[in-house]
């Protein structure tokens, strides 16, 4: 059995390094390939990947609110009961929860997973339009989505007052700012979210104006110096710093002696934190394994393992652009998450080939044995490493469609780390790593290194021939191992809880 696992191990082997010996052998494709990488990469990194704060998300969720000119009593019985028990026999329906109060009513409907918010708000709003309701109710429907602001805008601007307008001056010059704001590029429409609503009094008859919303806008901490403010909605298909660079160019050219406008809500400032952040550790991230490269290896093996970690994470961003993903704070953290893991297939196969390189064969045999030896082990590594994750991705539910984008693009870097490993990487150890077989200098590091290897070799080879001593130290660090599993469990305790 054990014969027969070693045997398809070495053809499983065998088979990688073929792949890796015809990407060396045709290294003009290999070198083509890697430079449409590269370039597909940055295009996607640059232009094409949409950026955003975090991402849509289908969320079963849909709100219905109401404005009516009555007590919290008539409310709740001539709107949420009835509402409530129309909606409550709605399929797929999993919880109603309403709330009446004085001038105004609130419901909201959650359905099951499989139902999209644009349904739960469709099907919430033929629903209450059905009923007999009051005549007076002003209703308006939600879809939630957490991703935007007010669950339907992708930034929020504030108009707000430079010379004491109330809240119906301000609404109007509102609309007027949100028709200009459609004028610029990467703002698809504008909405004012209505301040002043009018509904009619049921008792009295009369048309009364009620202020549903309330917005202020300030630049110091003393209240007294806030504005009074309107909002303005902004939806667009573009990028969140496109959107961004829109709007903030709208406001230069804004001018007006009554009012002023200026940005309340954008994701573009901690989306372009979180991209500076992704490039320092990705910097960071070749500068260290460069470093560890150079002192363990060679010079260029640090320089391979930097070319092969920017291959990795551009190809991993058109990969994403692919399959429709966007650039948002859950792709960003998981690619530096990954950062950590798929450097260990740059460093396996580096270092093989590096240390393959000594026998003085020729430079296509030397990757072809050094892939042999421990392409098997890599793929293992990455495989067990992508089994991980991979249950994450069947997670269902709100936290699911969360979570989901994190698993994914882990899994996909890792993939991509795996083959770039066994096809690029002995294409550059071609041109980089073996043009010159013998070393000009000894790597004192790699010298310790290697002294330190033939110590603890020779401790273990103790191990074996020296019963006495091998089961002494075996009980010892048995006992070590229990004690240190008590102890942590002991500190545990002692760790406050935030």
């Not at 597909?40 to 640059?46: A, E, I």
């Not at 007076?136 to 939630?144: G, T, V, Y």
């Not at 082990?377 to 991980?388: I, N, R």
């Not at 074996?464 to 009980?475: E, R």
């Amino acid at each position: 059995m054990k014969k027969k696992q070693k045997k398809s191990n070495r053809v499983f082997a065998n088979k990688l390094a073929s792949v890796s010996d015809w990407f060396f052998r045709k290294s003009r494709i290999s070198i083509a390939f890697w430079i449409s990488l590269l370039l597909f990469g940055l295009l996607s990194y640059g232009f094409w990947l949409n950026r955003e704060g975090f991402p849509s998300i289908q969320v079963p969720f849909g709100i219905s609110n109401a404005t009516y000119l009555a007590d919290a009593q008539t409310i709740d019985k001539q709107i949420s009961k009835p509402v409530t028990k129309a909606l409550s026999r709605l399929d797929k329906v999993k919880d109603i929860q309403a709330t009446s109060g004085e001038n105004y009513f609130s419901v909201v409907a959650s359905f099951e997973d499989s139902v999209s918010p644009e349904e739960t708000v469709e099907k919430m709003q033929q629903t209450i339009e059905s009923l007999p309701l009051p005549e007076e109710a002003s209703f308006n429907h939600i879809a939630i989505d957490p991703s935007k602001y007010l669950f339907e805008y992708d930034m929020l601007v504030s108009v707000y007052s430079l010379n004491g307008q109330t809240v119906a001056e301000l609404q109007k010059e509102a609309e007027s700012v949100a028709k200009r704001l459609e004028g610029y590029d990467s703002i698809n429409s504008t909405e004012v979210v209505k301040a002043l609503e009018e509904s009619r009094n049921p008792i009295s008859g009369k048309t009364e104006i009620l202020q549903t919303s309330f917005s202020k806008y300030g630049r110091l901490k003393d209240e007294s110096e806030l504005s009074q403010a309107v909002l303005v909605g902004l939806k667009s298909d573009a990028s969140a710093i496109e959107l961004s660079d829109a709007t903030q160019k709208a406001i230069e050219d804004f001018d007006s002696e009554d009012v002023g406008i200026a940005i309340a809500a954008d994701f573009a400032p901690s989306i372009k934190n979180q991209i500076n952040s992704l490039q320092d550790n990705v910097i960071s991230g070749l500068i260290a394994v460069s470093i560890i490269s150079f002192l363990l290896i060679t010079w260029r093996a640090s320089a391979i393992s930097a070319l092969f970690i920017a291959t990795v994470i551009l190809s991993t961003l058109f990969i994403l652009l692919l399959i429709g993903y966007s650039l948002n704070t859950i792709t960003l953290f998981a690619l530096v998450l990954a950062l950590g893991l798929f450097v260990d297939d740059a460093t396996i196969i580096v270092e093989a080939i590096d240390a393959n390189k000594k026998k003085g064969v020729s430079r296509r045999q030397i990757v072809k044995s050094a892939i042999s030896r421990v392409a098997s082990a890599s793929f293992a590594g990455t495989m067990t490493t992508v089994l991980v994750f991979l249950p994450l991705v069947f997670v269902s539910g709100i936290l699911g469609e969360f979570i989901r984008i994190l698993p994914i693009t882990i899994i996909v870097a890792l993939i991509t780390s795996l083959v770039l490993s066994l096809t690029i990487i002995p294409t550059l150890s071609k041109y980089i790593l073996l043009n010159k077989l013998t070393p000009s200098w000894v790597n004192p590091i790699s010298k310790a290194e290697k002294w330190m290897a033939d110590k603890l070799s020779s401790f273990i080879k103790l191990l074996k021939t020296n019963n006495k001593v091998g089961v002494s130290i075996a009980t010892l660090m048995i006992g070590l191992s229990i004690a240190m599993f008590m102890g942590s469990g002991y500190f545990d305790n002692k760790l406050d809880f935030i």
